[in-house]
């Protein structure tokens, strides 16, 4: 059991836009900042978003991020085929004094 | 291109030990906070352990606490995992990440796997 709820799933069609919900508490994602990780099949976790809604160099605007109390969001617009993986959001829990992540959700690109 | 570079994984059987080491290029490797964070076969990202800049400052997740720990050499750019006391559900590939601040990793090794079985 996580500590920060994901669905575990979501699909959509190319060209379309999906949105990733990210769900927690005022210990970790209500006083700290969100990230967002995406996994293609087989590699490294690689960074998407980085407080809260930010794009690391290299990062297609395609991403975005927001965050509104104890819950965060992730945009992608314009999918393609290559879009698909596992994302995952993460931050840190005050409380726990650790990091902490999401379940991960797959996304299908129908 | 800076680098994470994993090493030290393999077959171990339980109660047995393993220790991982994550060696660092192309920055300034005594300036960041490092991680490690694990994933089990066909599982998520689980946080691990944290090391700060100067190596004073540790966290552990409460699931390796007292079996694991985790130090660094930054002369030779290497942060290290000492895992003692390993079982089943330690069974993972182990990730080193460089956290760019506030714990968000924006580099992460290839990851070397742990493999916990008689």
């Known amino acids: 059991q996580s500590v920060l709820t994901q669905p575990p799933s979501v699909s959509a069609a190319p060209g379309q836009k999906v949105t990733i919900s990210c769900s927690g508490s005022?210990?970790?994602?209500?006083?700290?900042?969100v990230s967002w990780y995406q996994q293609l099949p087989g590699t490294a976790p690689k960074l998407l978003i980085y407080?809260?809604?930010k794009r690391p160099s290299g990062i297609s605007d395609r991403f975005s991020g927001s965050k509104s109390g104890t819950s965060a969001t992730l945009g992608i617009t314009g999918l393609h085929t290559g879009d698909e993986a596992d994302y995952y959001c993460?931050?840190?829990?005050?409380?726990?004094?650790?990091?902490?992540f999401g379940g991960g959700t797959k996304l299908t690109v129908l | 291109e800076v680098q994470l570079v994993e090493s030290g994984g393999g077959l171990v059987q339980p109660g047995g030990s393993l220790r991982l080491s994550c060696a660092a290029s192309?920055?300034?490797?005594?300036?960041?906070?490092m991680h490690w964070v694990r994933q089990g076969p066909g599982k998520g990202l689980v946080w691990v352990s944290r090391?700060?800049?100067?190596?004073?400052?540790?966290a552990y997740a409460d699931s390796v606490k007292g079996r694991f720990t985790i130090s660094r050499d930054n002369a030779k750019k290497t942060v290290y995992l000492q895992m003692n006391s390993l079982r089943a559900e330690d069974t993972a590939v182990y990730y080193c990440?460089?956290?760019?601040?506030?714990?968000?990793?924006?580099?992460w090794g290839q990851g070397t796997l742990v493999t916990v079985s008689s």
């Open positions: 990440a460089r956290d760019r601040g506030y714990n968000q990793f924006d580099q």
């Open positions: 192309e920055f300034t490797f005594s300036s960041y906070w």
């Open positions: 090391i700060n800049s100067d190596g004073y400052s540790i």
């Open positions: 005022s210990s970790n994602i209500g006083n700290n900042y």
């Open positions: 407080d809260n809604n």
């Open positions: 993460g931050t840190w829990d005050s409380s726990l004094s650790s990091g902490v």
